[in-house]
């Protein structure tokens, strides 16, 4: 039987395990990425290993979602960072040098390696034929000391694209398209791989932006081959013979085949609060604008940039709206410069932003009060964006340039003739902005710099047989990381500061939460499906570890917070029956019992001592994540067993 794409990498790739979908495979990854929110903690985890040097064939830490230093924290985090790539082996990106997966897109990224980055839309890669992981950062960690990556064999789709874009219609709305086809929890369990002749009309930003939001599907990861096309902007970067060709048997066998024809979409949008609530740029014409941000790891590439400059060219945006640009990378801004484009949206009105993150993680521009902001971004979770009421749409490039043209969603084939644009044969490449690590010998003596913004993590404790403990806080379906531990510029500084953290856990649904659960001492958190959907921050473990969080007892878990809790030494269970989520009210007191075997047999009892029923959970553990759970987590397991 032939292999897809992604089967091939593994096969390549594993460590343990069989290729048979629903087990638990390890993998071998060949590079990492952290960045900064995640990344402190990660390092921190890292420097807990106790290896001397990263094992990897590259590593690179970048600084790319705390840009704003409002305080000493972000500065020192930064710093912290800095000293111990240097020391440890790792290439370090300095503020300013782009978001972490546009430049590692263009800079850093091979087809069919593997990839393991520290942020949960690492999947960026899939757009250069990389196998490329976001995971939490412990597990990071781990990769980056030479051990593997685990992961459940995923199932296949197959996307087959037939014919072309059509003017002003982009890859964006491929991605929009897939999430109204699959939505928000469809893609959990398969890894996506996209083919059929309709790829050979998409550039590798283009594929990029279709794998980066294929994290938005809940899938593994998101793969494009790697042909021609790879070949020519792999060459345009200066890096030809980083160039492999990659493709599927013709005999690979998919669990799912989903059709797709290009030359029938429409410019779609993504409306408030989850990125698979579609409709097409016509339906909301009269919605008025407040704001509009282009850029993120989604759509900031020269691609995207030249083309939004392009349509902006000798206008003025509309009085109402206030319109920023992020630039992917500094590679991005550069030509942009280069070229005047960037002369032509600062012209028409935009505020360039750097090239960070910044908006999309709430790290500024905020939008006004109840304000409808577009933004090119991938998630539009509410709260997100700084402002509670906020209302953000998900748009491509043409929908966000149109809109901010006429103030009101504007669906850009309205707009006349699509604008050309040249794109260069080759990319300026500076890589000054990426400082290498010092060699072994000269790193021995280097200091680690620490500020005083770095705390202790939470210890986590070993599993106990029987937990009694309140149920602090029931919540519904589809809770995101954003929820359970919110970003933004106020409470981002604080990522290595759990304690501080802790006071925003779950504010966004209960501002008392944290108070209550600190208070119980330990306690159980109920939720419904698809719980932990989003981003990969450990934090979202941590933070409720730290305040005394037992065990999550949910419908459905999706994929990187499940594995990020029992790293963290949380017990995840499901719910063998998903009406009995109705049979828990919050407050009651709730008891699981004989748990040592339960975790292994995979049936759990549940007793509500308030109402006196039993309810039936259940669970699937690996023989691992059994061990890890008993010892208390990945670091324990890792410590005292001599996993590393
Ligand atoms: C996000 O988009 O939510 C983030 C910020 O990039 C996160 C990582 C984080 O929480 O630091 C992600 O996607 O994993
Ligand atoms: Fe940064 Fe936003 Fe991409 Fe997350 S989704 S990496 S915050 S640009």
Known sequence: MGLTIAQKIIKAHLVKGEMVAGQEIALRMDQTLTQDATGTMAYLEFESIGIPRVRTELSVAYIDHNTLQSGFENADDHRYIQSVAKKYGIRFSRPGNGICHQVHLERFGKPGKTLIGSDSHTPTGGGIGMLAFGA?????????????????????????????????????????????????????????EWGGEGIKTLSVPERATITNMGTELGA??????????????????????????????????????????????????????????????EELADVKVDQVCIGSCTNSSLRDMLRVAAILKGKKIDDSVSLSVSPGSKQVLTMLAECGALADMIAAGARILECACGPCIGMGFSPNSAGVSLRTFNRNFEGRSGTKDGQVYLVSPEVAAASALTGYITDPRTLGDYPEIIMPDTFVVNDSAVLMPADAAEAADLEVLRGPNIKPFPESRPMTDTITAPLTLKVGDNITTDHIMPAGAKILPYRSNIPYLSKFCFAVCDETFSERALAAGQSIIVGGVNYGQGSSREHAALVPLYLGVRAVIAKSFARIHVANLINAGILPLTFANPEDYDRVTQGDELELIGLNDAIVSGDVVLNNKTTGESIKLCCSFSERQIAMLRAGGLLKYTRDAGNN
């Open 220 to 281: 593994t990861t998101s793969i494009f081959p790697s042909d021609e096309t790879t070949r020519a902007f792999l060459a345009a970067q200066g890096r030809e013979e980083d160039y492999t060709p990659l493709e599927s048997d013709p005999d690979a066998v998919y669990d799912r085949v989903i059709d797709i024809d290009l030359s029938s979409l429409k410019p779609l949008l993504a409306c408030p609060h989850s990125p698979d609530n579609i409709k097409t740029a």
């Open 136 to 192: 939490g950062g412990m597990d990071v960690a781990v990769a980056m000391g030479g051990g593997e990556y685990y992961i459940t064999m995923p199932k296949m789709i197959k996307v087959n694209l037939t014919g072309k874009l059509s003017p002003w219609v982009s890859a964006k709305d491929v991605s929009l398209e897939i999430l109204r086809i699959l939505s928000v929890k469809g893609g959990v369990g398969y890894i996506v």
